[in-house]
């Protein structure tokens, strides 16, 4: 076998492309969004080297017009799941044996076909089935996933490299192995690049992975195993299955080579996992590795020095692109009173020349919400607040479903800083705002920091340096990615791991080498050339001086 200390290109991020009327990128897109609704496929599930059908589908609708099926899935249970186990161990042994550089080469392959030949069919996958704008898309199922694909290489070599000092006549070495059994990936609907990124970052380091998605994401996660198949990802290093929740966790967190789980989702999901994890420890080989990013309630702060301008953009872009679902959207808001009637118009203005509707068409900014459950779920919220006389609705507040799955982006106006939608996760086009006093700026640092159980994202928009530093210092674990004089979104893989802490996740950071840490096991070994060859150290050796006094003083003692 060849060897050597290969040096890997170095990552970069991938540059977004703009989707311009006239640009060949459109053209492409444009193509592939009507390919893909020209047709119905059928989406297997991946166990093994088998792509495997049953007899329950179960229809891929488009959330913007839930009338159209796009394809078919098949529904698996619980008997898939093991298959799907047996036959990631089956794999285990040849991967984790695999030199480095070449499961590096893989998933370097896997970023260049999708930043080439799959750019299109993957983001007209994520726009169809997620209901993702061109630009949303293209931040998220074509660069971010390069670049989590790309960077994470990088990672893998930074952590190999990773060694430590030596004494003399001996070298120490640190071996970075991985998990010992298999790994879980559950992951989301609102990022393609998260439900690529879950898996991929658990197989880069050596591991074999069990990988269900969000039946929502679906669609898209069918093109990304395609790519990943085509890559040279060998069978059984990742297995791809449909089933429900209950089904996957009956039978992963009660297997002995349970090794892992790489989570994106609710809270109330991961804590569930976790309990359900705890009671089952007995069974397992190894202690398991618990990785979760959940829910948000993130916020942004603005001070009465701010921009208008600046403030207005964070607000409205960080709380209404892609509907508010993402998990860094911002949902709540915290405004200078002084600055509050300025800001109050730039944002009803923007507001007011949103457009709105299905993908297909570039000018929408706003476009559905991913299903009727969440739908209804925010169509209940905004009906409380409208029949609140302590809130106002600045803005939206109206819904549709005859076609598409349609929220309007709707700001609610709070005199409670503890109202219901300053406090709970809503995961839609809704913005809570509550004015405080300039006066209160202290006590509004307090508020913010203990309003919510989560500390994922949030911003301070502000001139004032003193401020700037006041709230960087009073909101630290209030925000495991904070920013300033931005809004609360748009972590970029290689410049701002993301992760947060509290009801937030356990923080070991998505896009950074903290992650791909979670997936090895350290060894250490230590070699020495010239060992031992008697039990015997020298402070045991007979001291002859000790003994000649010794012996004086006994001669004297007889005399």
């Known amino acids: 076998m060849l060897k050597g200390f290969f040096k890997i290109p170095t990552p970069y991020n991938e540059p977004v492309l703009s989707y311009a009327p006239g640009s060949g990128e459109r053209t492409q897109l444009k193509a592939a969004l009507t390919e893909a609704r020209s047709k119905q496929i059928e989406v297997p599930m991946y166990i093994g080297g088998e792509k495997v059908l049953t007899d329950r589908k179960v229809a891929l609708r488009p959330p913007h017009d839930h009338q159209h099926i796009l394809g078919y899935y098949s529904q698996g249970s619980k008997e898939h799941v093991t298959q799907a186990i047996n036959a990631a161990l089956a794999a285990k042994a040849k991967w984790e044996d695999l030199a480095w550089e070449q499961r590096a080469a893989i998933f370097l392959k896997a970023a260049d076909l999708i930043a080439g030949p799959y750019r299109a069919k993957l983001n007209a996958a994520t726009m169809l ?24 290489v ?77 890559a040279g990802v060998p069978d059984g290093v990742i297995n791809l299955v449909y089933v429900s929740g209950p089904d996957a966790g009956d039978v992963i967190f009660k297997h ?70 993402k998990c860094s959207a911002a949902s709540r808001a915290y405004i200078a009173k002084s600055i509050w009637p300025s800001v109050k ?75 219901v939608t300053m406090c709970e996760e809503l995961f839609g086009p ?61 972590a970029v893989v290689g410049q701002q791991p993301f992760g947060g802490a509290r009801g937030s996740g356990t923080n070991d950071k998505a896009g950074s080498m903290i992650n791909l840490l979670r997936w090895v096991s350290p060894r250490t070994i230590k070699e020495t050339f010239d060992p031992a060859k008697d039990y015997r150290y020298p402070f045991m050796a007979e001291d002859l001086v000790e003994k000649k006094v010794s012996e004086t003083v006994v001669s004297a003692d007889q005399n």
Request: aromatic share 12%.
């Open 154 to 230: 990088a990672y893998m070599t930074e952590i190999y490299s990773q060694q430590v000092d030596s004494a003399k006549g001996v070298w120490n070495r640190i071996e970075q192995r991985p998990l010992e059994g298999f790994v879980f990936a559950l992951t989301p609907f609102n990022f393609t690049a998260i439900a690529g990124n879950l898996p991929t970052s658990a197989a880069l380091m050596g591991n074999v992975v069990v990988w269900k998605p969000a039946n929502t994401q679906i669609y898209a996660a069918n093109v990304l195993m395609e790519v990943f198949r085509e």
């Open 256 to 325: 002995p080579d349970f090794a892992g789980i790489h989570f994106t989702g609710s809270t109330e999901v991961f804590q569930n996992i976790w309990k359900e994890i705890g009671n089952n420890i007995h069974r397992y080989k190894t202690y398991p590795r618990i990785v979760g990013e959940t829910g948000g309630k993130d916020f942004i702060l603005v001070h009465g020095s701010a921009d208008v301008d600046v403030a207005n953009t964070a607000l409205v872009r960080g709380a209404f692109e892609y509907q508010g679902q």
């Open 430 to 490: 809704v913005l809570t705002i509550f004015v405080y006093d300039d006066a209160q700026f202290d006590e509004t640092l307090k508020l913010i920091d203990t309003t919510s159980i989560y500390a994922l994202t949030g911003a301070v928009i502000a001139q004032d340096r003193y401020a700037i530093d006041q709230a960087t210092h009073a909101l630290r674990n209030a925000a495991g990615n904070f920013y300033i004089n931005d809004k609360c979104t748009g």
């Open 345 to 419: 118009e730039l944002m009803v203005k923007d507001i007011a020349s949103f457009k709105i509707g299905p993908v297909e068409n570039f000018e929408n900014f706003i476009n559905a919400v991913i299903d009727e459950k969440s739908f209804d779920k925010l169509a209940k919220y905004i009906d409380n607040a409208k029949a609140d006389p302590n809130v106002e609705i600045l803005a939206g507040g109206t819904y549709d479903k005859s076609k598409g799955y349609f929220i309007n982006p709707t700001v609610i106006v709070a005199k409670d800083p503890k109202y």
């Open 129 to 152: 089935g997620q209901s993702k704008s061109a630009y949303q898309a293209e931040i998220d199922s074509a660069c971010e996933i390069i670049d989590f694909l790309r960077f994470n």
